[in-house]
């Protein structure tokens, strides 16, 4: 018996004309590769700076469902892509846990960070759902406006990751403070074991309201030390993703602890998710070796190689897909598309993949 298969998941030819991402998902050998691309929605498209302009702030744009529809669909309006991932944020949840987050244009996200033990007292779950109802409404819309065959993907942060944007601030060079507060039990398990039962609540509510995929985003996964691995980064999705699958035991879950290394075999592992999103640094011959035997694959092209398009796309493109279309596969990029990407450069890599 394969690890697919112990995770329930059967490997075989779909004829049942199940939306593409979700087959591969399953185990199912489809086909055409399933296609998607992580933060698809957003700056590079003019579409979207249109959008943007016309609110006050990046969190305004979030909450408004009928704006995060329109950014949501306006990529599936223009390529041929196989799911549609919410437009929303991972730090939704600390605004919705009563800190305070602005977003600046140019800087990112600004946080109040937390100082102590008595900040992380304050955070409060218990008007959490409701202040991110918005948010479930445009899951809903969403629901009834995508194509028949395109899969709609609910996403948050892992809870380290979201505990290091609290922690430092936002954005850091040298997470200093965040590794000090991980060295102190006393302080930091209690902020990770209340983003754990954050991030579940949240993806639950995502889930409720017709999110058909699930995507955790370990965005600093990279940073952490090897012997601190597992307790901070494995465990708390093991958890969210056993709670998910309790709830609703078909919704696939996706995970992507970026920079995580040869530590990604036994993450995937130990989760239980079914597929993980492998950033472009891990060698495609490792993957086949020690991923795709156990777990969709989900990945892994350079950001920057979109941007460059033309004839060094494509040949980087179809080494990804002759090497990893052996096994179960989804294409996607190691990072989110940058802004700074030539809209008309995802045509041709889709082209790429879909040929």
């Known amino acids: 018996m394969t690890s697919l298969e112990h995770k329930g998941i059967q490997r075989n030819t779909d004829k049942s004309g199940i939306k ?15 296609l998607w691309l992580m933060r698809q929605a957003g700056r590079y498209l003019p579409e979207y700076r249109q959008i943007r302009a016309g609110v006050e702030s990046f969190l305004e744009l979030c909450y408004t469902p009928k704006l995060a ?6 990529p599936i309006r223009r390529y041929d892509l196989d799911a549609a991932i919410l437009f929303s944020d991972i730090l939704t949840i600390p605004d919705a846990l009563n800190q305070n987050v602005t977003f600046y244009e140019g800087k990112g996200p600004v946080l109040k960070r937390l100082e102590d033990k008595n900040d992380v007292i304050h955070l409060s779950l218990d008007h959490m759902t409701y202040h991110l109802a918005p948010v479930y409404e ?15 993907i609910g996403f948050a942060g892992a809870p380290w990751t979201v505990a290091t944007y609290m922690i430092e601030g936002g954005i850091s060079r040298d997470f200093s403070r965040v590794k000090q507060w991980m060295l102190d039990d006393k302080l930091f398990q209690p ?80 989760t239980n998710v079914q597929a993980v999103s492998v950033d472009s640094s ?24 979109l ?30 598309i940058v802004p700074k990407t ?6 041709q890599l889709i082209d790429v993949v879909r040929a």
Not at 20 to 29: C, D, T
Not at 138 to 152: D, W, Y
Not at 220 to 233: L, T
């Open 20 to 34: 593409p991402l979700l087959s591969v998902l399953q185990g199912k050998k489809i086909e055409r590769t399933p």
């Open 69 to 74: 529809v329109e950014v949501t669909m306006q």
């Open 138 to 152: 445009t899951i809903r819309c969403l629901s009834s406006s995508l194509p028949p065959a395109v899969t709609l």
């Open 191 to 270: 902020l990770i074991e209340i983003l754990t039962e954050a991030t579940t609540q949240h993806l639950l509510s995502q889930i409720a309201a017709g999110a058909e995929v699930i995507q955790i985003f370990e965005t600093w996964a990279g940073i952490v030390p090897e012997d601190e691995f597992r307790r901070w980064v494995t465990e708390p999705i093991m958890k969210i993703t056993k709670a998910i699958h309790e709830s609703y035991p078909s919704i696939p879950v996706i995970a992507f602890p970026r920079g995580a290394g040869i530590q990604y075999e036994a993450f995937a592992i130990e």
């Open 282 to 305: 891990v060698p495609l011959t490792w993957i086949i070796d020690h991923l795709q035997p156990n777990v969709v694959v989900q990945g892994n092209l350079d950001p920057s190689v």
């Open 307 to 336: 941007v460059a398009g033309g004839n060094i796309m494509r040949e980087k493109v179809q080494r990804i897909l002759d090497i990893l279309e052996r096994g179960s596969f989804v294409f996607n990029l190691g990072h989110g």
């Open 342 to 347: 030539p809209f008309e450069h995802v045509t």
